[in-house]
Every structure is written in structure tokens, then in C-alpha cells.
């Protein structure tokens, strides 16, 4: 299952509204035995955020954020042509712009490794590719 960067986020930051959720999600999942993929994209977006002041969580150092994400146990989807030529596909089959890029690239990077679920609190922004990925709601906690 790919975890978005929210979730991810959300699961590290103290205060974060969804804490509680995002974490329950995660060790869920990983007790399954079901593996828990991201890609250097996640990990960068997740540098920015979380380094970055919050209304409920302080700004972390890139140490901090850097050993918050090494705690975890992920597979990273690597990028590279494959991720590529599914971004192309998606912007040719599918209408996004501007930021949502990042979106689409999650999903091309999730098509050339075959991984089909996505882990999300952002679901509305996957949406348009439903026909693509399995979106998987997060469940209350």
C-alpha cells in the first residue's frame, strides 16, 4: 500500500488533528504484514512540511524530520522512465494542473511499481484517477 504524504504527517506530528487515525492506519496495516511503500517525492514533501510551522505542531529540524521519517520501516518506489511515461499517460488521459502534478506523480509512480492502494486523508484529490488506484479510506479511530 502507497502512504501519502499526509498520513505520514500527520502520524509524526505532535498535535496533528489526525494523529491518533494516521497512526492507528499505519500499524494496522503493518501488522497485516502488508508492506507500506512511499517514494523520495513523499519524503521530500514530508521534509517540507514538517519543517515548516504548523497551527498545531511546532517546526522540526531537518535532523528531527529526517530521524521521524528513518523510524518508520517503508519500501521506497524509486522514480525514473517507467514513473515517467505513466506521468505522460496521466496527463493525457486525465484533467489536473498547477500542484496537482504531485498528485498525478504519486499515481504514476504507484502504476509502474503495480501497487493499486493508496493511503490517504486526501481522497477528493485522487479522485479524478479512480479508475487507476483502489483509494483506501482511512477509518475513524
Same mark, same amino acid.
Given at each position: 500500500?502507497?502512504?501519502?504524504?499526509?498520513? @505520514?504527517?500527520?502520524? +509524526?506530528?505532535? /498535535?496533528?488533528?489526525?494523529?491518533?487515525?494516521?497512526?492507528?492506519?499505519?500499524?494496522?496495516?503493518?501488522?497485516? /504484514?502488508?508492506?507500506?511503500?512511499? +517514494?523520495?517525492?513523499? @519524503?521530500?514533501?514530508?521534509?517540507?512540511?514538517?519543517?515548516?510551522?504548523?497551527?498545531?505542531?511546532?517546526?522540526?529540524?531537518?535532523?528531527?524530520?529526517?530521524?521521524?521519517?528513518?523510524?518508520?520501516?517503508?519500501?521506497? @518506489?524509486?522514480? /525514473?522512465?517507467?514513473?515517467?511515461?505513466?506521468l505522460v499517460y496521466l496527463c493525457r488521459n486525465f484533467a489536473f494542473g498547477g500542484r496537482q502534478v504531485h498528485d498525478a506523480n504519486i499515481v504514476a509512480t504507484m502504476l509502474a511499481h503495480?501497487? +493499486?492502494?493508496?493511503?490517504?486523508?486526501?481522497?477528493?484529490?485522487?479522485?479524478?484517477?479512480?479508475?487507476?488506484?483502489?483509494?483506501?479510506?482511512?477509518?475513524?479511530?
Open positions: 500500500m502507497f502512504v501519502d504524504t499526509n498520513v @505520514l504527517v500527520h502520524a +509524526s506530528a505532535q /498535535g496533528a488533528p489526525e494523529r491518533e487515525q494516521a497512526r492507528a492506519a499505519l500499524a494496522r496495516h503493518a501488522a497485516a /504484514g502488508e508492506p507500506l511503500c512511499i +517514494s523520495r517525492q513523499v @519524503l521530500r514533501e514530508f521534509m517540507a512540511v514538517i519543517m515548516g510551522p504548523q497551527v498545531w505542531a511546532r517546526a522540526q529540524t531537518a535532523a528531527d524530520a529526517a530521524a521521524l521519517i528513518l523510524a518508520r520501516d517503508f519500501d521506497i @518506489l524509486e522514480d /525514473g522512465p517507467m514513473v515517467w511515461d505513466r503495480g501497487e +493499486s492502494r493508496l493511503l490517504t486523508f486526501n481522497v477528493a484529490d485522487f479522485r479524478r484517477f479512480g479508475r487507476v488506484i483502489d483509494l483506501v479510506d482511512l477509518p475513524a479511530p
